[in-house]
T-cell receptor, first 114, second 111 residues
Framework: AQSVTQPDIHITVSEGASLELRCNYS??????LFWYVQSPGQGLQLLLK??????LVQGIKGFEAEFKRSQSSFNLRKPSVHWSDAAEYFC????????????FGTGTRLTIIP | DSGVTQTPKHLITATGQRVTLRCSPR?????VYWYQQSLDQGLQFLIQ???????AKGNILERFSAQQFPDLHSELNLSSLELGDSALYFC??????????FGPGTRLTVL
């Protein structure tokens, strides 16, 4: 069965500092990987996705993520965070293309301090 | 705005009652997914429909059921409600394959 681990429940970063959120997955075949962001009281917005090809993927809002098969990881990065990035971030893995029910990690809450 | 709409936004009801949550997918999307988000269980996949047919089932209780109609909107029916059913229920849609776009959710409170 597929699973996702986000080891950091809560991260605090200064505005302007770099950010890396960790995600490890377990899946037998080539995974479909996603990062979503959820602001308080809001739905989930897709930041970026990895299906195949280039292992470094670019997303919206200046985020990027790198797929590392050898480490079963898909970490999310941003070179310089903004106060508006404060939110909950979820990593997810999808199953077979077309039947891609998502399995989510437990989320990482990001706090930005001035 | 993802293009996925969900109604109602909030729902407060009592234990033992039945409620229906509604979802309209993005224009052109044939797949609809339902997820439950709660503090103790996190985000969990419940069920998927594709063009009116059930495609995949996750951790959905027998008290819960769903369907997708010919116009592609979907409804999630929750019956014999318990306190533990209080959660945020999300609907998502996608074309066949590809990323899922999430609606704003329905917050269900069972008293």
């Amino acid at each position: 069965a597929q699973s996702v681990t986000q080891p950091d429940i809560h991260i605090t970063v200064s505005e302007g500092a770099s950010l890396e959120l960790r995600c490890n997955y377990s899946y037998g075949a080539t995974p479909y990987l996603f990062w979503y962001v959820q602001s308080p009281g809001q739905g989930l917005q897709l930041l970026l996705k990895y299906f195949s090809g280039d292992t470094l993927v670019q997303g919206i809002k200046g985020f990027e993520a790198e797929f590392k098969r050898s480490q079963s990881s898909f970490n999310l990065r941003k070179p310089s965070v903004h106060w508006s990035d404060a939110a909950e971030y979820f990593c997810a893995v999808g199953s077979n293309f077309g039947n891609e029910k998502l399995t989510f990690g437990t989320g990482t809450r990001l706090t930005i301090i001035p | 705005d993802s293009g996925v709409t969900q109604t109602p936004k909030h729902l407060i009801t009592a234990t033992g009652q039945r409620v229906t949550l509604r979802c309209s997918p993005r224009s052109g999307d044939l797949s609809v997914y339902w997820y439950q988000q709660s503090l103790d269980q996190g985000l969990q996949f419940l069920i998927q429909y594709y063009n009116g047919e059930e495609r995949a089932k996750g951790n959905i209780l027998e008290r819960f059921s769903a369907q997708q109609f010919p116009d592609l909107h979907s409804e999630l029916n929750l019956s014999s409600l318990e306190l533990g059913d209080s959660a945020l229920y999300f609907c998502a849609s996608s074309v066949y394959g590809g990323e899922q776009f999430f609606g704003p959710g329905t917050r269900l409170t069972v008293l």
